[in-house]
């Protein structure tokens, strides 16, 4: 008998490694029996909010190299020819959270969300922290413009509370980064080495089918 397993996704919206891993999110999503269950971080937010400048995107560019050699994820060249010298653009990761909490709010599309929006980032070079990219980013996944509407005010609302629980799960984890995710069966929780993972999404949903195969302990 298939066992219900929960898969904890901790996640920044900012986080090329994120990113990376989206193509193993898919293979979880995709899987019955598993539930995913995403925690925003909030890596880039108070202080540590910033605009897009010559020194982030020499930072993160070394990084953006190994994911793609890693994972096979495409970084457009909207992204990395323009965005990425488009000082006007805003790294907030709070809005893109609260976004992703709206969407499953008011569809159960939270995880559709975040996809939608590292493609409209990461590919498209679009600039997903300000307020009125949210709604078109919205209206692309079908959602009703008033209720979602309502809802990302409620979700930005409760988004310290969010990002609180999230941190508290991560250091229960003994872990300080993103993405780290953790699978919890029959109520115990394990953390996972995503390294193992990346760029190897078959492997993942061999590894989740032989947990959701085996008897309970």
């Known amino acids: ?14 986080c090329g490694w994120c ?17 995913v269950v995403a925690h925003g971080g909030g ?8 605009m897009m400048s010559p020194e982030w995107r ?13 994972s096979g994820q495409v970084f457009g060249e909207a992204y990395s020819d323009g965005a990425q010298f488009d000082y006007s653009i805003l790294l907030d990761s709070s809005l893109p959270t609260a976004a992703m909490l709206a969407a499953e709010e008011v569809a159960g599309a939270g995880l559709r969300m975040l996809k939608a929006l590292q493609i409209a980032y990461y590919v498209k070079g679009r600039p997903i922290a300000m307020r009125e990219e949210i709604p078109r ?3 692309e996944l079908g959602l009703d413009a008033s209720a979602f ?14 990002f609180s629980e999230s941190l508290i799960l991560l250091a229960q984890l003994d872990s300080a980064g993103f993405p780290t995710l ?4 029959d109520g115990v929780m394990r953390k996972l080495h995503v390294g193992q993972f990346l ?19």
């Open 1 to 14: 008998m298939k066992q219900k397993l929960i898969l904890h996704y901790i996640y920044d919206p900012f």
């Open 19 to 35: 990113y990376g891993l989206a193509p193993v999110i898919d293979v979880a999503v995709a899987l019955n029996g598993v539930e």
């Open 43 to 50: 890596m880039l937010t108070g202080e540590n909010a910033q």
């Open 58 to 70: 020499e930072f993160v560019r070394p990084h953006e190299h190994r994911i793609s050699a890693i």
């Open 137 to 139: 980013v919205a209206a």
């Open 149 to 162: 509407a309502e809802a990302l005010d409620r979700a930005v609302a409760r988004l310290d509370k969010h």
């Open 182 to 185: 953790a699978l919890e069966k």
């Open 199 to 217: 760029g190897k999404p078959d492997a993942f949903r061999a590894m989740l089918t032989k947990e959701l195969e085996s008897p309970t302990a």
